[in-house]
Nanobody, 119 residues
Framework: QVQLVESGGGLVQPGGSLRLSCVAS????????MGWYRQAPGKDRELVGS???????NYADSVKGRFTISRDNAKNTVYLQMNSLKPEDTAVYYC?????????????WGQGTQVTVSS
């Protein structure tokens, strides 16, 4: 089994910054990709950004130029640096990882961390 634990959420004013972290642990042989998703009340979960083993990044149009995803492979950790935050960024942010575990392919989700952007 693979577990993901997120941290770094909280309350921030519009224009502020937050950095989310997500650590993967457990029976991991290789992580192929990690990403961040978010879900606002009454809305579907959406991709915020993702990063694969080769370093290629992908972002939602709504966060391009404001958010940066990065990864520390040695620590099985993915980060999301969020700058110039807007009220519409308010959501629960979830970490996702896909790869190969000791028992075969895996796909795992974290428990989510709340981000609230409000004055």
């Amino acid at each position: 089994q693979v577990q993901l634990v997120e941290s770094g959420g909280g309350l921030v004013q519009p224009g502020g910054s937050l950095r989310l972290s997500c650590v993967a642990s457990g029976s991991i042989f290789r992580i192929n990709g990690m990403g961040w998703y978010r879900q606002a009340p009454g809305k579907d979960r959406e991709l915020v950004g993702s990063i694969i083993s080769g370093g290629r990044r992908n972002y939602a149009d709504s966060v391009k130029g404001r958010f940066t995803i990065s990864r520390d492979n040695a620590k099985n950790t993915v980060y999301l640096q969020m700058n110039s935050l807007k009220p519409e960024d308010t959501a629960v942010y979830y970490c996702n990882a896909e790869g190969i575990g000791d028992y075969g392919p895996f796909g795992a989700w974290g428990q989510g961390t709340q981000v609230t952007v409000s004055s």
